[in-house]
């Protein structure tokens, strides 16, 4: 079992780290070259690939250590890399952007609470999981929204309203998330280093 948890070539981490080389397409797409067709199908392709690579661990056996802390590096920084742009492109309004950004920085500032008791991260929760589903869906079609198009209305409406639900539900895991850091703070002593 630790040798396949140990694994690098697999096909959910080829998949992953596509996605990770069309973060800065994306801002360069969003920022530079304002090209918002192509900007939306690379995220709905990286959603479609986010949701595969899952998919295809499973169906494949392909479980590894690098693709369990790779998929959330990268719905990160896409999350991150989008929410910038858009803001930048006056898509969305510098609170959202301080919400969504801020969490994660705040989460990431209690991991060495974990480190420093030999303790690999918090599994991810599946609440978790939803509410970023939720913003990465919500995030083409505020883009969409901003194009020239029919549904632009429609899809304006839709993409706040998921981007409402999914930042509430964001905050909410991010506050169970800190709780869990908390409780291993206060329950599981610091491991001590090892002197030479």
């Known amino acids: ?10 096909v959910p981490n080829a998949l992953s780290v596509v996605r990770l ?16 067709g192509w900007a939306f199908a690379l995220l709905i392709a990286s959603g479609v690939t986010d949701f595969l690579d899952g998919k295809l661990a499973r169906l ?6 690098l693709g369990a802390l790779l998929d959330p590096l990268v719905d990160r920084l896409y999350l991150i890399a989008t929410v910038f742009g858009f803001l930048v492109r006056g898509i969305l309004p510098w609170p959202f952007v301080v919400v969504l950004i801020g969490r994660d920085l705040i989460l990431g500032a209690v991991l060495p609470i974990y ?20 913003l990465m869906s919500a995030l083409p079609w505020l883009l969409a929204g901003q194009m020239d198009w029919a549904a632009a209305g429609f899809s304006r409406a839709f993409g706040w309203a ?35």
């Open 60 to 65: 494949l056996d392909q479980f590894s250590r």
């Open 21 to 36: 080389i069309g973060v800065p397409v994306l801002l360069w797409l969003l920022l530079v070259e304002h090209a918002d």
């Open 162 to 196: 998921l981007l409402w639900w999914g930042t509430a539900v964001y905050v909410w895991t991010g506050l169970l998330y800190l709780w869990k850091a908390f409780a291993v703070a206060r329950t599981i002593p610091v491991v001590p280093r090892a002197t030479s």
């Open 115 to 134: 480190r420093r008791r030999g303790l690999e991260p918090p599994e991810v929760i599946y609440l978790g999981k939803a509410a970023t589903f939720a």
């Open 1 to 10: 079992m630790r040798a396949k948890e140990d694994r690098i070539l697999t």
